[in-house]
C-alpha cells in the first residue's frame, strides 16, 4: 500500500494550482457575480493541455492518469468551482464517452480536437421530465433514410451552447425502457439544434448550463455512439467515472472553504485575541480539516481504482456523496466562522456554499448516490 | 547555441523550516521541494534562446535522487536533456568545482543559472563557475539579447540598468524580471517522465576539499507581541512611551 503521489502526479498538481492562482482565481468572484462564462480561460487550460489530461496522446491527450486528473479538478475547483464543473463535465463526460465508446472515425473527428482543447464537449442526459429517472426520456430519435432524426427537450446540460460537440440521448426503441434509448453525437449548429444558456442559478454562475431544444434535427446513422439501446447501460462506466470529478469539486470547496476560514481565524480578534485561539473555532477547523483529507482520500482511491482497471462505480458514488456533503459543511461552517463577514459576497465563502450546493444535485443526486452504494451492498 | 542551466532544488518558500537534531541543516521530513524560482527564470531564458537560435538546453543539478523532481519539471517546461551530477558538494566552491568540470565536457556556448538560491542565498555557484572556466559572468540580468559570437545584457543595478556586452562562451546569472517563466505543460511533464536522466559522477579529487563549514543554523529568534498605546492625550502617551522605553525595554 503506497499512499505517495508520484513526482509526476505533485508536478501536475503544483503547475495546475499555480495556472489556477494566475489564470483562473482573477475574476471569479466577478465571474460569479455576473454569471459570466470565459471561454478564454478553457483556451488557455486546452493549451496547458487540461482538456485532454487522462487522454492518451495518439488521440490530443496529454497521457496522463485519471487520478491525475482528480488532482487537476481539484485544484481548479479550489479557485473556481464554477471552472471546475464545465472542465469535469467536458473532460468526464463530453470526451470520456467519446474516449470510452466513440469509433475510430468519430474519435478522429471529435475526441482529438475535444482533448487538445478546440472545443469543449457536453453530455445531455437529463429533461424536464428525466432527472433521476433517465427512464422518463421524452426526446425520441425516428429511424429515417441514411439517418435519425431526433426531437424533444434537454435540461440542465452543462457547456451545451459553446460545445463543439453534444452528446444527446434519445429513445429509439419506445417499449424497451432503458434499453431504448440510443446516444448520438450532434456537432455544434447542426439544424434544428438549439441550445440556450437560459437558467438563472444559485451557484456555478460561471458555468454554462444550457437548456437544449431539438426540433427534427437529423443526425447521419454513423452520429450514433455506443450502439443501439446502449444509450444508458452503455454509459454507466461515463457516469461512474464522472462521479469522480464530482468528488474532487467538492474536495476544491472544502479546501477553499478550511483555507479561507485559517486565514480569517488568524486575523480576526474578538475579546482581545485571535479567535483562532479559540477552541470553539479550533474545532470546527480541525473538523474541516478531517473531512478535507477524508473526502481527498476517497476521491483519490476511486480515481486510482479506474487507473488500475478495477471496478470503482461503488467508491466513486462514495465519493461523490461524500465530499459533496463534506463541501456543503466546510462552506457552511466557513460561513459560521466568518460571521457577518461571511455572509457578504466581499468575501469568498458564501459562494463556496451556493458552489456546493450543486454537487449534491448534478450528475446523481446524493439521494440516488445512496441507492447505488446500498445496491452494492447487495440491498435490492 | 547549446546552453546548459544550472538548477537546484530548495524548500518551497511556503514550508515551515525546522533545523535538525545536528543543528547545521535543516530537517528534509515534510519539506516539499520546488525548483529555485530564479532558475525557472533561466530555464525559461534559455528555452526562449533555443526558440530563436536553435541548438540545445540541458539542465544540471548536483545532487541525489529526489533532485530528479527539479530537472524533470525543466524537461516538462522543454528543456531537451538533463543530467544529475552526484558529487561529494559540501560548499559552493566544491560545488562549483563538480559543475566547471562536467559543464567543460559539455562545451556549451551559454550557461544560465539563477542569481542565487534562495535556500541558502549564498549567490555563488554562478561567479564561482564562471571563474573556474575562465569565461566572462555577468550577474543578475534582466535582459538578454544574443548573436553568434556573444552577446548584451542589460542588469540590474542600485537605482538603475547597466547594459554589458560579453563575449560566449559565457556565465549568467537570471534575475526576476527577465522573462515570465512558461508553466510545464501537462503532455511536457508526461514525456518528461520518460526521459532519461544522465547522471554523471565526479570524484573527490575534482570537488577538492571544501573552504566553508556551517556551524550553525538557527531559526529567529519569535518576538513577543508588540504594545499599541491608545485612549490617552498626548502627553500622557508620551510620559507612558518614555516609562516603557525606560523600564520595560530598557532602551533609554
Known amino acids: ?380 | 547555441m547549446n546552453v546548459v542551466v544550472l538548477v537546484k532544488q530548495v524548500p518551497d518558500t511556503a514550508t515551515r523550516i525546522k533545523v535538525s537534531s545536528g543543528g547545521v541543516e535543516i530537517d528534509p521530513r515534510g519539506v516539499n521541494y520546488v525548483m529555485n524560482p530564479y532558475d525557472e527564470f533561466a530555464v525559461e531564458e534559455a528555452l526562449r534562446v533555443k526558440e530563436l537560435h536553435g541548438g540545445q538546453v540541458t539542465v544540471l543539478t548536483v545532487g541525489g535522487e529526489k533532485a530528479d523532481e527539479a530537472l524533470r519539471t525543466a524537461l516538462a517546461m522543454g528543456a531537451d536533456e538533463a543530467v544529475r551530477v552526484s558529487a561529494d558538494a559540501k560548499d559552493p566552491l566544491t560545488t562549483a568545482r563538480a559543475i566547471a568540470s562536467v559543464v567543460r565536457e559539455l562545451g556549451p556556448d551559454l550557461v544560465i543559472a539563477g542569481k542565487q538560491a534562495v535556500d541558502d542565498d549564498q549567490g555563488q555557484v554562478g561567479s564561482l563557475v564562471a571563474a573556474l572556466l575562465d569565461w566572462p559572468q555577468v550577474t543578475v540580468v534582466t535582459e538578454l539579447e544574443l548573436s553568434p559570437e556573444g552577446g548584451v545584457a542589460e542588469r540590474e543595478v542600485e537605482g538603475g540598468v547597466e547594459v554589458v556586452e560579453f563575449s560566449l562562451p559565457a556565465v549568467l546569472t537570471a534575475q526576476k524580471g527577465l522573462n515570465e517563466p512558461r508553466y510545464a505543460s501537462l503532455p511536457g511533464i508526461m514525456k518528461a517522465k520518460r526521459k532519461e536522466i544522465r547522471q554523471v559522477a565526479v570524484d573527490a579529487a575534482v570537488t577538492g576539499e571544501p573552504v566553508l563549514r556551517t556551524t550553525a543554523l538557527h531559526v529567529p529568534e519569535e518576538r513577543s507581541a508588540g504594545i499599541i498605546l491608545r485612549d490617552m492625550d498626548a502627553a500622557a502617551l508620551a510620559k507612558e512611551l518614555v516609562r516603557l522605553l525606560h523600564e520595560e525595554a530598557k532602551l533609554i
Open chain 1, 1 to 380: 500500500m503506497d499512499f505517495a503521489l508520484a513526482p509526476e502526479d505533485r508536478m501536475v498538481a503544483e503547475t495546475v494550482r499555480d495556472f489556477a492562482q494566475t489564470e483562473i482565481a482573477p475574476g471569479a468572484a466577478e465571474r460569479d457575480r455576473d454569471g459570466i462564462f470565459d471561454l478564454e480561460i478553457f483556451r488557455k487550460m486546452g493549451e496547458l493541455g487540461l482538456l485532454g489530461l487522462p487522454i492518451a496522446e495518439r488521440y490530443g491527450g496529454a497521457g496522463g492518469t485519471y487520478l491525475q486528473y482528480a488532482i487537476a479538478v481539484e485544484e481548479v475547483s479550489r479557485v473556481c468551482a464554477s471552472t471546475g464543473l464545465s472542465f469535469a463535465a467536458h473532460v468526464s463526460l463530453g470526451v470520456g464517452s467519446l474516449n470510452l465508446l466513440g469509433s475510430e472515425q468519430q474519435k478522429e473527428r471529435y475526441l482529438v480536437p475535444a482533448a487538445r482543447g478546440e472545443f469543449l464537449a457536453a453530455f445531455g442526459l437529463t429533461e424536464p421530465g428525466a432527472g433521476s429517472d433517465a427512464g422518463g426520456t421524452r426526446t425520441v430519435a425516428r429511424a429515417v433514410e441514411g439517418g435519425f432524426v431526433l426531437s424533444g427537450a434537454k435540461s440542465f446540460i452543462t457547456n451545451a451552447v459553446s460545445a463543439g460537440v453534444t452528446v444527446v440521448t434519445a429513445v429509439t426503441d419506445p417499449g424497451k425502457g432503458t434499453r431504448g434509448i440510443t446516444a448520438f453525437l450532434v456537432p455544434r449548429g447542426t439544424e434544428g439544434f438549439h441550445p440556450s444558456a437560459a437558467y438563472d442559478k444559485m451557484g456555478m454562475r460561471a458555468s454554462e448550463t444550457a437548456e437544449i431544444e431539438l426540433r427534427d434535427v437529423f443526425v447521419p446513422d454513423d452520429a450514433m455512439i455506443g450502439g443501439r439501446g446502449e444509450g444508458l447501460h452503455g454509459f454507466l462506466e461515463v457516469l461512474d467515472a464522472g462521479r469522480i470529478s464530482i468528488g474532487a469539486i467538492g474536495v476544491g470547496i472544502a479546501q477553499a472553504s478550511l483555507d479561507a476560514s485559517l486565514r480569517y481565524a488568524g486575523e480576526r480578534e474578538q475579546f482581545g485575541s485571535k479567535i483562532g485561539s479559540f477552541q470553539a473555532i479550533q474545532f470546527k477547523l480541525a473538523d474541516m480539516a478531517m473531512e478535507v483529507e477524508m473526502a481527498r482520500t476517497l476521491v483519490q482511491k476511486a480515481a486510482w481504482l479506474k487507473d488500475q482497471h478495477q471496478p470503482f462505480g461503488q467508491v466513486s458514488a462514495m465519493a461523490k456523496l461524500f465530499a459533496s456533503e463534506a463541501a456543503m459543511r466546510a462552506a457552511s461552517q466557513a460561513i459560521q466562522i466568518h460571521g457577518g463577514s461571511g455572509y457578504i459576497r466581499e468575501y469568498p465563502v458564501e459562494r463556496y456554499l451556493r458552489d456546493a450546493k450543486l454537487l449534491e444535485i448534478g450528475e446523481g443526486t446524493s439521494e440516488i448516490q445512496r441507492l447505488v452504494i446500498a445496491r452494492g451492498l447487495g440491498l435490492r
